[in-house]
DNA sequence: CTTGAATCTGTAGTCGCTACAGATTGTACC
DNA sequence: GGTACAATCTGTAGCGACTACAGATTCAAG
């Protein structure tokens, strides 16, 4: 028999990351994990590298990082070499993202805010924020 | 015959809101806007209130309200009266939650702004990059 | 009356999961 | 060995908010 010890179910794996079972099946699917070994009866088991692979997966996640863009980047990590460029440039992309994201966010929250201030005055034939929606741009 | 000069077809609507047509289409299956008339043959017929409304609801997406916020917010408007306080209440919700969303995402840039920085040196045996995405939360 | 643009309906695809249904397997206890 | 019950399996459908077709029809201009 292989070495069992080293070997956990997808259960385990789940509450060891926080990742929904679904969640690893899926990765599964579309390829960003590879197909783990099996019990007869065929239930996965995943071993360290694995579980790691996924942790890095989650992170780039919550770093709103793409399924493709991680997919690049796992690339890149899986050829090992002359990659950091690459992976630079991938993240720089992110960041630009990021930081046009925060732009547009904070021009809405001015509109909001000035919608809502509105309304706080209470002294308004008709509702201002009604009003403002209406507004021409 | 009804008065032509004052209908429009849907891409006319199009053209003036920026709209695209099956979004229009889309909007009235779910019925954010009402059925409008039709030709003989079957085609939309806009009147300039249709148009108004669809721009109301584009001007709502515009600033991230949800379909059915909107949807709430056009039940208030079609309800007439009494409504400012829940058209006010939508809206602060509306802010709270761009203001996490801008918290959130400035976090983000941080950590990406460090792993970028990281990189500039140059100077480093791997990537790290790479080493920050693996490394343990 | 013909041509070509506009519009019609309906369905399927996008992204990144999430939620089932219904069948099978693994494991602990007696 | 038997039995209960948890864990896992596959496969499919749904979410939000559109977008992109295919294939049929209708409209407007000349």
Do not use: W
Not at 12 to 28: F, L, N
Not at 76 to 100: F, M, P, Q, Y
Not at 111 to 136: N, R, Y
């Amino acid at each position: 028999m292989a070495d069992a010890s080293r070997v956990v179910a997808i259960g385990a794996v789940s509450r060891r990351t926080g990742c929904p079972i679904e969640t690893i099946r899926y990765y599964e699917k579309i390829a960003l994990l590879p197909k783990p070994a099996r019990t007869a009866g065929g239930h996965r088991l995943y071993r360290k590298g694995e579980v790691e692979r996924l942790s890095f997966i989650l992170r780039c996640r919550q770093l709103g990082f793409a399924i493709d863009e991680i997919r690049a980047l796992l690339d890149l990590v899986d050829g090992g070499e002359n990659s950091c460029t690459a992976v630079k440039a991938i993240t720089e992309e992110r960041l630009v993202d990021v930081r046009r994201k925060i732009a547009d966010l904070r021009k809405l929250e001015g509109t909001l805010a000035d919608m809502v201030a509105a309304c706080g005055t209470g002294q308004v034939p008709d509702c201002p924020v009604i009003e403002a929606l209406h507004a021409k741009p």
